[in-house]
């Protein structure tokens, strides 16, 4: 039997949510397991004392709810219903997802292969005690759910919001563009300098093995990126999708991972170059952001 291009659409969108939800099933199953006392996966006496403190319970549950709030959304934006809803109540969630899962989908592939190239015996966990296979499974999970959740929101977008698509994003008044690329392009930059200078140069804590500080760098990549590409006028004029893509990408990495790198750091040390950085880069990536949908919003959202 032949399926209609509507038909072929709803097969996708309900497999890539099965997916989406399948992937979240190992992260959840720890969080329970790490919020129910046990140790599992946590390889040091150290981890599972770190793991038990107040700010780790706490993160742990706000993370545990995101996860949650990650398949909700990818839900939403599989069915009909998600076109009759206000705008923000999807673009909110689904931009800060992008912002929060967009470096490990990019970087954490690209990062396991430098390791793997360049022969290092660094693990790959994030310094907190976890085993490298927990750190791949939760984080692995992570990739896939952040390509489901693409693919969902790029699917809903193309189809609400064609005019945008078709044009590409537009610059902001030149003003906000000034005002906004020091902070933008400097965090930018400073991110692979943190990755080959490590705490020494006020980066982020945790980050030691090779795939960790790729991340870091691919991370520096996409702020820049988001910055620039809505000024590339004739990269928008040629494709306009793809420019769309990039700047939504890159303003959200822009203005979380700052934040999300502070809320991470390990043990809570947090230097304050790296809290300047994130505190700045946040507010400067808001701004842009907002400037940009402002500009790209012939019709109202």
Same mark, same amino acid.
């Given at each position: ?26 992260? !959840? ?8 006392? *046990?140790?599992?996966?946590?390889? *040091? ?19 545990l ?17 998600s ?6 109540l ?6 800060? &997802?992008?912002?929060? !899962? ?7 592939p690209?990062g ?37 959740? &693409? ?9 609400r ?8 994003p ?13 902070p933008?392009?400097?965090?930018g ?17 945790g ?16 702020v ?6 809505? !000024? ?27 934040p ?42």
């Open positions: 039997m032949i399926m209609n291009s509507t038909s072929r659409s709803r097969v996708l969108r309900t497999t890539v949510v099965i997916v989406a939800v399948v992937s979240c099933l190992p992260y !959840l199953i720890f969080k329970l397991a790490w919020l129910s006392g *046990s140790t599992i996966g946590i390889t *040091s006496a150290e981890g599972a004392a770190t793991m038990n403190d107040a700010r780790h319970v706490i993160g742990n549950y706000l993370t709810v995101m996860d949650l709030l990650a398949i909700v959304l990818a839900v939403v934006l599989a069915r009909p219903v076109h009759r809803l206000p705008a923000w999807l673009l909110v969630p689904a931009w800060g &997802a992008t912002g929060l !899962l967009a470096p490990i989908v990019l970087g954490l690209a396991l292969l430098v390791q793997l190239v360049t022969g290092t015996d660094a693990p790959v966990g994030s310094g907190d005690g976890l085993g490298g296979g927990v750190f791949a499974i939760i984080y692995g999970g992570f990739g896939v759910l952040g390509c489901c959740l &693409a693919v969902l929101v790029l699917l809903h977008a193309m189809d919001w064609r005019h945008i698509f078709a044009a590409g537009r610059p902001t008044r030149p003003a906000i563009s000034a005002i906004c690329a020091v933008l392009l400097g965090y930059l400073a991110l692979p300098v943190w990755a080959v200078a490590g705490t020494e140069a006020g980066g982020p804590t980050f030691e093995s090779p795939a960790q500080r790729t991340v870091l760098v691919i991370t520096g990549l996409l820049m990126i988001g910055y620039v590409t809505p !000024l590339a006028r004739g990269f928008v004029a040629r494709h306009p999708g793809w420019a769309v893509g990039a700047t939504w990408t890159g303003c959200g990495v822009a203005t979380l991972s700052g999300t790198f502070v809320a991470l750091s390990h043990d809570g040390v947090v230097r304050v170059p790296l809290l300047i950085a994130a505190v700045v880069s946040a507010a400067a990536g808001l701004a842009y952001s907002i400037a940009l949908l402002r500009a790209a919003r012939p019709a109202p959202l």
